[in-house]
């Protein structure tokens, strides 16, 4: 069950279910436990492959295990590392490589205005909003609207939009990684 955690950082929402974190240990085993059965089924499966089948019959059979069980076994690992590095979270612990959350919302947080002006794009006031050519496409009149109440930005021309966050991954061709450092360095 997949629940909604709305705008609340992956720490705050643990704080406000402690009984999940405490049952998270338990989940990872019995998860690995799962794993481990469905390696075994697939390990027996391959075995039970027929040197005389034909390729057709030998690959429909190897698609069925990867359909049936593999994807399973992906799944499970997901999950198992979803667990993992929330049970990381609440210890107070950053997992190695990962954004935490706060520095998610503090790139959230630069001003797009600002952004697009350090990289040249000159803008034109409209109202509350700010108008330019986009940087995206071949532009002739001003299409790219940045909203800096909501902090964010739509092409009419071209259909770009979303935060601050992807018009850095856009317009500097970064990662989502690359972006979020870009902003808050």
Request: aromatic share 12%; proline share 3%.
């Given at each position: 069950?997949?629940?909604?955690?709305?705008?609340?950082t992956?720490?705050?929402?643990?704080?406000?279910?402690?009984?999940?974190?405490k049952?998270?240990?338990?989940?990872?085993?019995?998860?690995?436990?799962?794993?481990?059965?469905?390696?075994?089924?697939?390990?027996?499966?391959?075995?039970?492959?027929?040197k005389?089948?034909?390729?057709?019959?030998?690959?429909?059979?190897?698609?069925?295990?990867?359909?049936?069980k593999?994807?399973?076994i992906?799944e499970?690992e997901?999950?198992?590392?979803?667990?993992?590095?929330?049970?990381?979270?609440?210890?107070?612990?950053?997992?190695?490589?990962?954004?935490?959350?706060?520095?998610?919302?503090?790139?959230?947080?630069?001003?797009?205005?600002?952004?697009?002006?350090?990289?040249?794009?000159k803008?034109?006031?409209?109202?509350?909003?700010?108008?330019?050519?986009?940087?995206?496409?071949?532009?002739?009149?001003?299409?790219?609207?940045?909203?800096?109440?909501?902090?964010?930005?739509?092409?009419?021309?071209?259909?770009?939009?979303?935060?601050?966050?992807?018009?850095?991954?856009?317009?500097?061709?970064?990662?989502?990684?690359?972006?979020?450092?870009?902003?808050t360095?």
């Amino acid at each position: 069950m997949e629940i909604i955690k709305n705008n609340l950082t992956d720490k705050q929402w643990l704080e406000m279910f402690p009984q999940f974190v405490k049952e998270i240990p338990k989940r990872i085993k019995d998860l690995e436990r799962e794993k481990r059965n469905l390696v075994l089924t697939v390990r027996k499966y391959l075995k039970s492959i027929d040197k005389n089948w034909t390729t057709n019959d030998k690959n429909f059979y190897l698609e069925q295990i990867k359909v049936f069980k593999v994807w399973d076994i992906v799944e499970i690992e997901r999950q198992i590392y979803n667990l993992k590095r929330y049970l990381a979270i609440s210890k107070g612990r950053a997992i190695k490589g990962r954004i935490s959350d706060e520095v998610i919302q503090l790139a959230l947080s630069a001003p797009i205005k600002e952004v697009a002006i350090k990289a040249g794009i000159k803008l034109r006031k409209s109202g509350r909003n700010f108008t330019a050519s986009c940087p995206f496409h071949h532009d002739r009149s001003p299409s790219l609207y940045l909203y800096p109440e909501r902090n964010d930005y739509h092409c009419f021309g071209c259909g770009a939009h979303g935060n601050v966050i992807n018009f850095v991954q856009q317009l500097h061709k970064y990662s989502f990684k690359g972006a979020v450092e870009y902003l808050t360095f």
